[in-house]
């Protein structure tokens, strides 16, 4: 069973910068695709961004690119996402996933962490 447990999440002003991380269970790394995505109050879950299995291939949500940044740390079994340049726009609870494929269906993916709300206050 893959257990997915975010932080880093908490209130900040425009423009600033948040780095969020996501610990996996073991063996998660290389096993899963791992991803974040982002649910606003009243909208829908999106995607933000994600490495493939092989670790070689990101891909970033258009709406992101240029702002934030997913890494990994393989030796911590962690995921993280900088974000900078924040805006009201990001508020959101961020959740980390696991899944097959880093696709931008968010009911493609397994595993669901329980998330972290991000405030971004003007």
């Known amino acids: 069973q893959v257990q997915l447990v975010e932080s880093g999440g908490g209130l900040v002003q425009t423009g600033g910068s948040l780095r969020l991380s996501c610990v996996a269970s073991?063996?998660?790394?290389?096993?899963?695709?791992m991803g974040w995505f982002r649910q606003a109050p009243g909208k829908e879950r999106e995607f933000v961004g994600a490495?493939?299995?092989?670790?070689?291939?990101?891909y970033y949500a258009d709406s992101v690119k240029g702002r934030f940044t997913i890494s990994r740390d393989y030796a911590k079994n962690t995921l993280y996402l900088q974000m900078n340049r924040l805006n009201p726009e990001d508020t959101a609870v961020y959740y980390c996933?696991?899944?097959?494929?880093?696709?931008?269906?968010?009911?493609?993916?397994?595993?669901w962490g329980k998330g972290t709300l991000v405030t971004v206050s003007s």
């Open positions: 073991e063996r998660t790394f290389g096993t899963y695709a």
């Open positions: 996933a696991a899944g097959s494929q880093p696709i931008s269906n968010p009911p493609a993916w397994a595993y």
């Open positions: 490495f493939a299995r092989n670790g070689a291939n990101l």
